[in-house]
């Protein structure tokens, strides 16, 4: 199983609500991702996920929580989201054995597109 | 920091001609070099990568050697087909977690 799967597929809500992203992966991965991609953009990294524990967060607004529950699983929680944070939000894993290495293949999920209205 | 370079798009091409993408970057140690595609509607997918100096990174056809002397990693395919038509991205990872991507490049392939 080379897969990471991602739901929901589309997602759509207000400046007000409280919503999850969610990203699962069987692969025996150590090293979780979250991405995100605007429109005919590259992906920019959001937090990095090394072992369950957080290691590295790019000046995330705290709009945006993430939790590694376990091993297989890596969660965004998004609370009072801004128009401006539409977009394709990637999970992606790596193997990630020895910690995080430059070397490691990432695996994408097929993404969550969001839209903030 | 990091950067990477690819060239601008978009790439037209008939079916069965030859595809380069031009990929340059800038690091300040030795980085893996990786190319993905992502088809419409769809994530990323590594579609090769090299670790070190030299080495050859192929895949369905794609090929792209790591060029340290000229910090470039090219993609190239000799017979592109209808069905290649995404959007690629060339990407550097130097410092462990760390990606940088360039900019996409998307390829139409017209039969």
């Known amino acids: 199983d080379t897969e990471v799967t991602q739901t929901p597929k589309h997602l759509v809500m207000g400046m007000t609500n409280k919503k999850s992203l969610k990203c699962e992966q069987h692969m025996g991965h150590r090293a979780m991702y979250w991405y995100k991609q605007k429109a005919k953009k590259p992906p920019e990294l959001m937090f990095v996920?090394?072992?369950?524990?957080?290691?590295i967060n790019e000046s995330v607004p705290s709009r945006f929580s993430p939790e590694c529950p376990n091993s297989s699983l890596l969660n965004l929680h998004l609370h009072a989201l801004q128009p401006e944070d539409s977009a394709l939000y990637l999970c992606?894993?790596?193997?990630?054995?020895?910690?995080?290495?430059?070397?490691?293949?990432?695996?994408f999920g097929p993404g969550t597109r969001l839209t903030v209205l | 920091g990091n950067s990477v370079t690819q060239m601008e798009g978009p790439v037209t091409l008939s079916e069965e001609a030859f595809l380069t993408i031009n990929c340059t970057y800038t690091?300040?140690?030795?980085?893996?070099l990786f190319w993905y595609v992502q088809y419409p509607g769809e994530g990323l997918q590594l579609l090769l990568k090299a670790t070190k100096a030299d080495d050859k990174g192929s895949n369905k056809g794609f090929e792209a050697t790591y060029r340290k002397e000229t910090t470039s990693f090219h993609l190239e395919k000799g017979s592109v087909q209808v069905s290649d038509s995404a959007v690629y991205f060339c990407a550097l990872s130097e410092i462990a977690g760390k990606s940088t991507f360039g900019d996409g490049t998307t390829l139409t392939v017209k039969p």
């Open positions: 996920y090394s072992y369950e524990k957080l290691s």
């Open positions: 690091a300040t140690g030795y980085p893996s």
């Open positions: 992606a894993s790596s193997l990630g054995l020895a910690g995080v290495v430059s070397a490691d293949t990432q695996y």
